[in-house]
């Protein structure tokens, strides 16, 4: 996608999260045919711990080998962000 093409989803679709998207799509081909359990969280809740930083929610996947593999929906960029466009992908969602 180029960055013209991400400013008309940003500027289209103001809840644009490509972010959240990615995660999801890599979850879905490690967990093909599972709807995980989704927790979202509260806004007022979240803001009461100040600046930026926090979580949009956390989804529950369940492995076949009988654990849970807990993602979370934060600690990066989730939202269309002309700023973070392009940068540099660390392996962490960062």
């Known amino acids: 996608m180029t960055k013209e093409e991400f400013l008309i989803?940003?500027?289209e679709d103001e809840n644009?999260?490509?972010?959240?998207q990615a995660i999801d799509e890599s979850f879905e081909k490690?967990?093909?045919e599972q709807n995980p359990n989704h927790f979202g969280t509260i806004l007022t809740s979240r803001a009461m711990f100040g600046d930026d930083e926090y979580l949009d929610g956390f989804s529950i996947?369940?492995?076949p080998k009988g654990y849970?593999?807990?993602v979370t929906y934060g600690?990066?960029?989730l939202y269309g962000d002309e700023?973070?466009?392009g940068g540099e992908w660390n392996g962490l969602g960062l």
């Open 75 to 77: 600690m990066t960029v």
């Open 68 to 70: 849970k593999h807990l």
């Open 61 to 63: 996947y369940s492995s």
């Open 9 to 11: 989803c940003i500027k």
């Open 30 to 32: 490690l967990y093909t």
């Open 16 to 20: 644009y999260s490509p972010g959240w």
């Open 83 to 85: 700023d973070a466009f």
